[in-house]
């Protein structure tokens, strides 16, 4: 779980930016 919330977080860093849809389109 601590390796999720990490990786989250660094994604969040470069998607802050982005739409949701954009975000759930480079999660797919």
Do not use: G
């Amino acid at each position: 779980m601590e390796m999720f919330a990490w990786s989250w977080q660094e994604m969040s860093n470069s998607t802050v930016l982005m739409h949701p849809d954009e975000i759930l389109k480079n999660l797919s």
